[in-house]
């Protein structure tokens, strides 16, 4: 018997397409103003939350490929957005954080990206924000 897979009733496939139209929506509010990328952003907002952290760190927190923060990491560096330095505990073991004009950024494109967080769940009721975090949670803890 053969299986035929439904692409738009495949819950990866609609997790990914949604996660992207809300993503894309984001970006194109702060591409044009301050001229960074969509993986360019994520770095910035893991650094605007936490300081001092390497690369690999950024990786693990953004679900992004080594490679893709690599390059992000080094755009932002080269247009002053990031500082990296070596960690005092192991000069081999660099470490990324917001330059003061990063900082900026941040401080900048937060609010947007909270601001569209906020106009989504409104279209939500309680409980369906309730709801909807707890099936997130549960999705996220699955090991797969």
Known sequence: MKTTLKLQEFLPYRLSVLSNRISRAIADRYEEQFQISLPEWRVIAVLGE???VSAGFVAQKTAMDKVAVSRAVNKLIT?????RKFANEDKRRSV????KS?????????????????????????????LLEELLGKLEKINL
């Not at 247009?79 to 500082?83: E, H, N, R, T, V």
């Not at 947007?112 to 409980?127: F, G, H, P, R, V």
């Open 96 to 99: 990324l954080s917001l330059s």
């Open 50 to 52: 936490s300081s001092e």
């Open 102 to 130: 990063g900082s900026e950024v941040y401080n900048e494109v937060a609010p947007l990206a909270i601001d569209y967080e906020n106009k989504m769940m409104k279209q939500l009721s309680l409980n369906d924000q309730s």
């Open 79 to 83: 247009s002053g957005l990031l500082i």
